[in-house]
């Protein structure tokens, strides 16, 4: 009975992992601008790199849940916006 959450888990796990992978190569690549900002910003006044990087993903998911919701491109200003205002999180629906 726990494979349906052994499966949820697994996608769960594997989301979190893709998405701080998109969030390390934006730092590395210092493309968008604010990625790299925010990490030096946020490691600044004493965050972990772990929960930067979650704070970070978090933002990019609620763009592409968005992006996905209304059919349309990535928004890259609202996410540069949003990366800069770390540690407050975007509202999910707005």
Known sequence: MSEPTDIDNDE???????????????????????????LNKLTLVGYEREEILNLMAHVLAVEIDKMLEEDRAFNTEWYETALRALPELPPEND
Do not use: C, R, V
Not at 22 to 38: C, F, G, H, L, R
């Open 12 to 38: 769960e796990e594997f989301t979190e992992s893709t998405l701080i992978q998109a969030i390390e190569n934006q730092i590395e690549s210092d493309n968008p601008p604010a990625a790299k900002a925010t």
